[in-house]
């Protein structure tokens, strides 16, 4: 039969009122200078080990945005940027080793706070502040295509949930709905938040996107803080709402910071997203107007001298016969090959007695023949 482990209760700190004090002593005064003096210590190191944490964010917010320099910088080869990358690479590494130094430095804070010896005030907490979700032991890292099912899978199932939170405007809207849907607290959610915003940009409805990236920021900096904390996000939502309503303005500084920083990449994004649709725009509406040579008949135009240009602008054949019989023959002849491939004019070869061709002669393509003759 299995015996109940009494050793958990060996570290509890007896009350302030337990002890026999000296009868000249005035022993209420001194309870509750000893009850303040400890309150105080736990006041000290609560604020420790949140301090450890901020900067342990900081560091790492820093750390991925180096790194997504670096990855910039790799692609570009001018010397400039060799120069940068190797600036780049060395704050990369000091950023590493503040990051392992800080997360030293909290996880030791981690291992003082469970020596710490129980009392009145630890032994009293609130037992149900937060959520208590069971964990799954993790199996194995996903693959590419195993996330973006998942991805698929999630959002098909809440996309109007997400984009309800994403309206969200209030900090205890936001908790409240978090608290009735806890599902959504994920990286599914953050990730679908983020595509949401840069949607918003490339149909300039630019204050609406500015809030879906207040939310996007919310859900992110909750995964960071249950990241840092090695708990899951569902069960540290209210820790992030409860610290980001107290206005502690490192805080608050640091999540502005981030939300700026991350409208800048949504608008950059969507800048992005809107000049490749035009081009492919553009390219489409080449490729529509290319000759039966494959040439482009704006591009062809636009490379002619400009008694030529001159001369389609006038559709006039006359004056064209005339501007390439003072031509050189090599010139005219590659200009008027060009014509010919991009569409611009069609030829009416002919052929003499002796079945020899003789120099072709140009008209207009047919629809301007007929428009002339309707004229």
Known sequence: MSRIDYSVWDHIEVSDDEDDTHPNIDTPSLFRWRHQA??????????????????????????????????????????????????VQAEEKKLKKEERD?????????????????????????????????????????????????????????????????????????????????YLVCEETANYLVIMCIDLEVEEKHALMEQV?????????????????????????????????????????????????????????????????????????????LGPGGLDPVEVYESLPAEMQNCFDEKDIQMLQDVISKMDPTEAKHHMKRCIDSGLWVPNAKVDVEGKDEEPTYEEVKQEQEETKKE
């Open 38 to 87: 400890r309150v105080e210590r736990m006041e000290e190191f609560q604020n420790k080990g949140e301090e450890i944490n901020k900067s342990l964010m900081e560091c790492r917010r820093k750390l991925a945005e180096t790194q997504k320099k670096l990855q910039e910088l790799s692609v570009a080869l001018s010397d400039d940027a060799k120069t940068e990358l190797n600036k």
């Open 213 to 289: 990236a207040h939310q996007t920021i919310v859900m992110q900096f909750i995964l960071e803080l249950a990241k840092s904390l090695k708990v899951d996000p569902r069960g540290c939502f209210r820790q992030f709402f409860s610290k980001i309503k107290t206005a502690d303005q490192q805080y608050q500084d640091a999540f502005n910071d981030e939300l700026e920083s991350f409208k800048e990449r949504v608008r950059g994004r969507a800048k992005i997203r809107i000049e490749k649709a035009m081009k492919e725009l553009e390219e489409e509406e080449r490729q529509k107007r």
């Open 102 to 182: 800080w997360s030293k430095k909290m996880d030791e804070h981690r291992r003082e706070e469970k020596k710490m010896p129980w009392n009145v005030d630890t032994l009293s907490r609130d037992g149900f502040s937060k959520s208590i979700v069971n964990v799954k032991a993790e199996v194995g890292q996903e693959t590419e295509e195993e996330k973006e099912q998942k991805h698929k899978t999630f959002v098909e199932k809440y996309e109007k949930q997400i984009k309800h939170f994403g309206m969200l405007r209030r900090w205890d809207d936001s908790q409240k709905y978090l608290s009735d849907n806890p």
